[in-house]
Antibody, heavy 121, light 110 residues
Framework: EVQLLESAGGLVQPGGSLRLSCAASGFTFHLYAMSWVRQAPGKGLEWVSGIGATGSLKSYADSVKGRFTISRDNSDNTMFLQMSSLRAEDTAVYYC??????????????WGQGAPVTVSS | QSALTQPPSVSGSPGQSVTIACTGTSTDVGSYDRVSWYQQPPGTVPKLIISEVNHRPSGVPDRFSGSKSGYTASLTISGLQAEDEADYYCSSYTTSSSWVFGGGTKLTVL
């Protein structure tokens, strides 16, 4: 059974930093691309960032480019999202999402339960 | 990376059919057959129900179907059931090697 377990998230002040992690199990992690998708309170889904299976290809939404960094450790079946220069508009539930193949172009087929992040003073 | 366009809401009675449209541009829906649809009942995690325009993952009822023409993709739900009440999101892969979602459509079963 595919399981994606995000770290706890938390409350951060504007301008601050936070690192999310996602522990994956139930599938061969290094064969699948992964993404982060967020959902602000009462709002829709927004794709944030994605990383190919090998970690060499990374992609970001314009809204987070230059502030967020995605990475993965295939030896530990874990994906990360380093978030810096956080803004109030980054407040959302952040979902760890698995792709159906090695490339980002494959559909997003399994979602974690989400990690709530609140940016507020 | 502008969001895909979906109607904010649709509704239908049990047993009826509803269609949700999702309009993009030449850089997303118009470029690839990489359109997916997700179902999100209140308080739950999104679930993939259609991938690559018209493929249903295992376990998704055949009442759900997808199609695409030009820059517009569509999700059709036939034989509406009360349990279908949820938010529905389309998404498309883009020429920027990213994904873009629609704003979401709230389906109400009357």
């Amino acid at each position: 059974e595919v399981q994606l377990l995000e770290s706890a998230g938390g409350l951060v002040q504007p301008g601050g930093s936070l690192r999310l992690s996602c522990a994956a199990s139930g599938f061969t992690f290094h064969l699948y691309a992964m993404s982060w998708v967020r959902q602000a309170p009462g709002k829709g889904l927004e794709w944030v960032s994605g990383i190919g299976a090998t970690g060499s290809l990374k992609s970001y939404a314009d809204s987070v480019k230059g502030r967020f960094t995605i990475s993965r450790d295939n030896s530990d079946n874990t994906m990360f999202l380093q978030m810096s220069s956080l803004r109030a508009e980054d407040t959302a539930v952040y979902y760890c999402v698995k792709s159906a193949g090695i490339l980002l172009a494959f559909p997003l087929d399994y979602w974690g339960q989400g990690a709530p992040v609140t940016v507020s003073s | 990376q502008s969001a895909l366009t979906q109607p904010p809401s649709v509704s239908g009675s049990p047993g009826q059919s509803v269609t949700i449209a999702c309009t993009g541009t030449s850089t997303d829906v118009g470029s690839y057959d990489r359109v997916s649809w997700y179902q999100q009942p209140p308080g739950t995690v999104p679930k993939l129900i259609i991938s690559e325009v018209n493929h249903r993952p295992s376990g998704v009822p055949d009442r759900f179907s997808g199609s695409k023409s030009g820059y517009t993709a569509s999700l059709t739900i036939s034989g509406l059931q009360a349990e279908d009440e949820a938010d529905y999101y389309c998404s498309s892969y883009t020429t920027s090697s990213s994904w873009v979602f629609g704003g979401g459509t709230k389906l109400t079963v009357l």
